[in-house]
């Protein structure tokens, strides 16, 4: 069965760096476009950023842009973020996603704090 596992949130203080990963197992990785969403306390689930099947063409969010890195290793069926420059309004939880034949997938997702 499809799982995503994300690891790597934490506690950062502001300006800090985090990576965040998203291990997946039970189907073709290298052939899934794959996404990072986060959701903060009282807030819908957005959209951060996504990766094409090869990595060849990444979007993000207006509001990581220029500061987080979206890529994979699709050997390692890995999908990463780096987040830089972290601001408090970055706090949520992190979740790593796909669709396949039609069926969302989600990992359980990873908290990040961004806090002084």
């Known amino acids: 069965q499809v799982q995503l596992v994300e690891s790597g949130g934490g506690l950062v203080q502001p300006g800090g760096s985090l990576r965040l990963s998203c291990a997946a197992s039970g189907f073709t990785f290298s052939s899934y476009v794959m996404y990072w969403y986060r959701q903060a306390p009282g807030k819908e689930r957005e959209l951060v950023a996504g990766?094409?099947?090869?990595?060849?063409?990444?979007d993000y969010a207006d509001s990581v842009k220029g500061r987080f890195a979206i890529s994979r290793d699709n050997a390692k069926n890995t999908m990463y973020l780096q987040m830089n420059s972290l601001k408090p309004e970055d706090t949520a939880v992190y979740y790593c996603?796909?669709?396949?034949?039609?069926?969302?997938?989600w990992g359980q997702g990873t908290q990040v704090t961004v806090s002084s």
């Open positions: 990766i094409s099947e090869g990595g060849y063409n990444t």
């Open positions: 996603h796909t669709k396949r034949a039609g069926t969302s997938f």
